[in-house]
């Protein structure tokens, strides 16, 4: 494995490794910049055919964290860590534990979290261990569930760009059509119907889409027409690459501006929605909500601070849509530069 040629092409950072002979825990830590901060970020538990893998796995979502808590306003760096899901029998208590001591090896400088294949049991017994983590039951000072201030964030998002594209100040009677309506995308439907929008959703899960049906008056539809919706705004809240070569032609709405992580299949696809006229509110500006949320945990956690600062999504989306249509590019390049600048303000 060409270790260093990853860290190379991945601009690191630093990466640290525990293997803990007792419990057979292999982690990985990865803090891709910690000039805002202590870095932050979730803890996968997942198998992987190869170790490099979750090395890549690693190193590549560390480097998005940077850029969400940059751009969130957030006094932190972005950070990421794995523990390779071992494929036979495993104490999960232990191993949890363990990687608590690593943390705790690292003195606060990297900040843990949830994700995939991780829960608030995991984030409690870590904490047994240290306090660099998040996540945590809230009676013990967690967050709770990011969904709802993720959701937030969104609607935030969508109405900035309304602002912009539709020179509308609000969301009476604005169409915004959901693919998912799972964790976010439900929250996203409450809010949205709160501030007078109409709603269509799509969602695998027949029993989702009738929920928001039932709840806020959604049209469902069916999944494979919801980027054709006919509609203001497409708000992609289900997988990543949602936008590739065969949906963005197909997209009626002026507007793309959702939860999901990764929507852009490759970066060219920020190029066509912006020569297509679409305004395209970059995934990690626009879905902060949850991380701004966690990250209210490291001081002392206050709902209403996190709302506070979440409402601010508003100004983020504002500036880079400004910006994009004033220097004319696309807005997933301004939302870097916007962060390559807070980076560099702070030097070293
Ligand atoms: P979730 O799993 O609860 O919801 C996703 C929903 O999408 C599910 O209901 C699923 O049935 C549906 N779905 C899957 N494939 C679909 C398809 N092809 N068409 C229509 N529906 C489909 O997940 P979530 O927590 O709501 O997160 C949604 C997205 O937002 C993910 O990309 C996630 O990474 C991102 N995100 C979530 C948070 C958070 O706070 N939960 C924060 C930031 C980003």
Known sequence: M??????????YGEVHFKFDKATGMKAIVAIHDSRLGPALGGCRFIEYDKEEDAVVDALRLARGMTYKAALAGLAHGGGKSVII???THFDRVALFRAFGHFLEDLRGHYITAEDSGTGLEDMEVIRSVTKNVTGVDPAHGGSGDPSPFTALGVR??????VKMKLGKSSL???HVAIQGVGHVGYYLCKELHA???KLSVADVDKLKSERAQREFGATVVPLESIFQTACDV???CALGSALNDA?????????????ANNQLAEPRHGDDLHARGILYAPDYAINAGGLVNVAQEVKGYDAAVSRERTMKIYDTIWEIAERSEKLNSPTYKIADILVEEKLGAVGR
């Open 247 to 259: 949906t963005i032609p197909t997209i009626k709405a002026k507007i793309v501006a959702g939860a």
């Open 172 to 174: 009476e009677g604005v």
């Open 85 to 87: 899901r071992p494929k």
């Open 195 to 197: 501030q007078g929008a």
């Open 2 to 11: 060409d270790l260093f040629g990853h860290l190379k092409a991945y601009d």
């Open 156 to 161: 935030r998002g969508i109405e900035a760009c």
């Open 234 to 236: 497409l708000a992609p």
